[in-house]
């Protein structure tokens, strides 16, 4: 049975794969894949983000040190940058070094067109509603903090 760090992976992986594909495809853009990392490294980001809101909605020492101490700071000083580089960083090395596009288009190149469909349509709709869902989170937990 597949964990599911495993499964969280392999999305991420398939995300990149349709993504790089996509520019790499359709507009024969070569930095098709650098475009796929970004939109992997945003979906990964949305998450933490998302986590840190939950968790500051029910704790005010939490609420404080991730977002009421750094509301006056500039983005350069905030903590928020230094996780954004390690990520983009790290799925650098990843999708770019360790295993390449190419890898994943063997990998997923007998795919049912009806399911590849289906899956093009998750993968927008999971891009719309993780966003939504941020953008909501993050408005609610503003207008509800404890200072």
């Known amino acids: 049975m597949e964990t599911l760090k495993y499964i969280n992976m392999r999305f991420f992986n398939y995300l990149f794969y349709r993504v790089a594909g996509y520019y790499l495809n359709r507009w024969e853009d070569v930095r098709g894949p650098v475009y796929g990392i ?11 983000w998302i986590i840190f809101i939950v968790t500051a909605l029910f704790s005010e020492q939490v609420n404080y040190y991730l977002f009421e ?7 350069l000083y905030s903590w928020i940058l230094y996780p954004c580089l390690l990520a983009y960083g790290f799925n650098m090395l990843k999708y770019l070094k360790f295993t390449k ?8 190149k007998d795919e049912n067109e009806l399911l590849k469909k289906k ?5 927008v709709l999971y ?21």
């Open 119 to 123: 899956r093009g349509w998750f993968i």
């Open 69 to 75: 101490k750094w509301e006056t700071k500039t983005f």
């Open 101 to 108: 596009y190419e890898y994943y288009k063997n990998k997923w």
């Open 38 to 48: 970004t939109l992997v490294t945003l979906m990964q980001l949305f998450h933490l």
């Open 127 to 147: 891009v719309l509603l993780t966003i939504a869902i941020t953008i909501i989170l993050t408005i609610y937990r503003k207008h509800n903090s404890y200072y």
